[in-house]
């Protein structure tokens, strides 16, 4: 690669950094007039297309990367998020498997094993093993699927987070599927296969085969305490929870980029606020200490007693609303059938496809997407507007 052609590729990746994405497409251009045959230069060009939302000439882009460099795994996973969010399940979950040629911070000691090669039909009388990897939210996501495998293996241990564990418990009561920590030593099986790789396994190769029926339980006893806490506050017409932030990743740089564009600054919050009988209650753990809401804000926050996802749980049963920023809470929310509005920054997130305010992940969901990079201003007006019209 020339000098010149590596200045461009400098501003380009810089552009994207900036959320100048056009800039960026720019950039990459003028550099691939000057090294046609680089590799990164395509892929860089691709990343500008798919953060502006052009993902079918990303993908173009991307089988320009993996003709020049066949096994840079990075072109594979980007083409998976492109195809995923067009809907293409077929071609979107294979390429997804390469994910795992890259390893999680911490390393996830399950990145060892070899690519699953069985079916729900080839594990009849086999134990098989399911792991995690990634964030809450995907493991809320995808252990829909659990139940599905559990119809054909003998045996399922499930090593799962341990603060879902409580949660998966009371929600999957099957005889055949063993929740474990993952803390503990890893069993003994005939057969693995992570959580996030359920959907190619069970053949979700088309929008219209996710399972998407409520899935997940909330404790009974834990939901009346919550319902008998809730009671005593004042009178309202509508119970609102509340999430404006992930949590903060660590030792991850592109986790911390995504969570920056997915934070909303709580001072924002107040174009929420003083609409007659709202309540708002916080579900945002991990908090920011920079980014406290706002005391003009009215907000219950029991969060301290919210100790597993299980409490959470417990706690959105009682609630009528959950509006979330993508994270986990949108995912638990969902699982459990209950309306949650979700706010998606602009680039959004490939698992809730393009061009669509549902999700049929969740029929429960209304998406509110950014229209411009980074202003949630308007899309709380959005959210407010709605709120006024739904009560």
């Not at 810089?14 to 680089?38: K, N, R």
């Not at 990367?65 to 083409?79: D, R």
């Not at 996830?108 to 069985?118: D, G, L």
């Not at 599927?177 to 996030?196: F, G, K, L, Q, Y």
């Amino acid at each position: 690669m020339s000098e010149a052609a590596r200045a461009y590729a400098d501003a380009g990746a810089a552009h994207i950094a900036a959320g100048d994405y056009p800039a960026a497409q720019e950039s990459y251009e003028q550099a691939l007039l000057l090294s046609a045959d680089a590799p990164i230069l395509h892929y860089g060009y691709g990343l500008a297309l798919q953060k502006s939302g052009q993902y079918e000439a990303a993908i173009a882009a991307y089988d320009k990367v993996i003709v020049l460099h066949p096994t840079m795994a990075y072109a594979h996973l980007a083409k998976a998020h492109c195809a995923l969010i067009l809907g293409d399940f077929a071609h979107g979950w294979p390429a997804y498997e390469w994910r795992i040629q890259f390893d999680e911070v911490p390393p996830n000691p399950y990145y060892k094993f070899s690519p699953p090669t069985w079916t729900p039909e080839t594990i009849k009388g086999k134990k098989i093993l399911l792991w995690s990897e990634q964030g809450f939210g995907d493991m809320l996501q995808f252990c829909r699927y659990v139940p599905l495998i559990a119809q054909s293996a003998a045996k399922i241990h499930w090593v799962v987070h341990p603060l879902l564990r409580r949660l998966f418990e009371q929600s999957f009561s099957l005889p055949n599927v063993i929740i474990t920590s993952t803390t503990h030593p890893v069993p003994e099986h005939d057969a693995h296969c992570s959580v996030m790789s359920l959907p190619l396994i069970c053949g979700t190769d088309t929008i219209d085969k996710i399972p998407s029926e409520p899935y997940l339980v909330a404790d009974p006893v834990s939901v009346e305490m919550w319902r008998k806490k809730i009671a005593v506050l004042p009178d309202c017409r509508l119970r609102v929870g509340l999430v404006w932030s992930g949590s903060r990743p660590q030792n991850n740089l592109e986790a911390s980029h995504i969570n920056q564009q997915r934070l909303i600054d709580p001072h924002a919050l107040a174009r929420l606020s003083g609409i007659p009988g709202v309540q708002f209650f916080s579900l945002q753990k991990d908090e920011y200490p920079e980014q406290a809401i706002t005391p003009s804000f009215e907000l219950w926050n029991w969060t301290r007693d919210l100790h597993d996802w299980a409490d959470t749980a417990a706690l959105i049963a009682n609630l009528d609303l959950i509006i979330s920023v993508d994270t986990g809470v949108v995912h638990l929310a969902g699982a459990l059938g209950k309306p949650v509005w979700i706010l998606s920054r602009y680039e959004g997130c490939w698992r809730w496809l393009e061009n669509r305010e549902d999700s049929p992940w969740y029929p429960s969901t209304r998406l509110f997407r950014q229209r411009e990079t980074g202003d949630w201003n308007e899309v709380l007006d959005r959210v407010r507007a709605a709120l006024e019209e739904l009560l």
